[in-house]
T-cell receptor
Framework: AQSVAQPEDQVNVAEGNPLTVKCTYSVSGNPYLFWYVQYPNRGLQFLLKYITGDNLVKGSYGFEAEFNKSQTSFHLKKPSALVSDSALYFCAVRDGGYSTLTFGKGTMLLVSP | GAVVSQHPSRVICKSGTSVKIECRSLDFQATTMFWYRQFPKKSLMLMATSNEGSKATYEQGVEKDKFLINHASLTLSTLTVTSAHPEDSSFYIC??????????FGPGTRLTVL
């Protein structure tokens, strides 16, 4: 069975500071990893994915994530946070290309001015 | 990027009535569509996987007779909540997958059952 853990319910950061949203995963096969962002009463927007290749993945809106196989982690990062980045962030994993997605519980990111 | 729409975006209904939610892939053919349910401040829980032309596959604990799914074409899947009750109130999100790996999510439907 596959699973995702987002250990933080909420992350608070000041605008202009770097941010990290943590994610660890568990799959039996090859992990396909995703980050999505959700604004209030909206669907999910895709940020980035890791399938294979370079461990550092760059995505939308200046976000990036680093795949660490030994630590089974896929933390989301951004060098300089914006107030508009405040939203709910979900990490998701799929065991291979065609299985179903399993989501973490979500982490609320609050960026203060 | 690919676009997935949902209709309606918001619906309020009386207890005991049925509600149909549509999910459409607007610019690609979706061989597989998924229906998720999201409770307030909670994660997305997969309800069922819908494949065009075949019966949906429901996750454990999801009542298939209550949540009817029809995937009539490569661009349309519908979720019908039958005999809705207040506990069915939730945010329902669909997604669509083409022949590739990525899943494209709809904007969600807020269902409120009075």
């Amino acid at each position: 069975a596959q699973s995702v853990a987002q250990p933080e319910d909420q992350v608070n950061v000041a605008e202009g500071n770097p941010l990290t949203v943590k994610c660890t995963y568990s799959v039996s096969g090859n992990p396909y990893l995703f980050w999505y962002v959700q604004y209030p009463n909206r669907g999910l927007q895709f940020l980035l994915k890791y399938i294979t290749g370079d461990n550092l993945v760059k995505g939308s809106y200046g976000f990036e994530a680093e795949f660490n196989k030994s630590q089974t982690s896929f933390h989301l990062k951004k060098p300089s946070a914006l107030v508009s980045d405040s939203a709910l962030y979900f990490c998701a994993v799929r065991d291979g290309g065609y299985s179903t997605l399993t989501f973490g519980k979500g982490t609320m990111l609050l960026v203060s001015p | 990027g690919a676009v997935v729409s949902q209709h309606p975006s918001r619906v309020i209904c009386k207890s005991g009535t049925s509600v149909k939610i549509e999910c459409r892939s607007l610019d690609f053919q979706a061989t597989t569509m998924f229906w998720y349910r999201q409770f307030p401040k909670k994660s997305l829980m997969l309800m069922a996987t819908s494949n065009e032309g075949s019966k949906a596959t429901y996750e454990q604990g999801v009542e298939k007779d209550k949540f009817l799914i029809n995937h009539a074409s490569l661009t349309l899947s519908t979720l019908t909540v039958t005999s809705a009750h207040p506990e069915d109130s939730s945010f329902y999100i669909c997604s669509a997958r083409d022949s590739g790996i990525r899943e494209f999510f709809g904007p969600g439907t807020r269902l409120t059952v009075l």
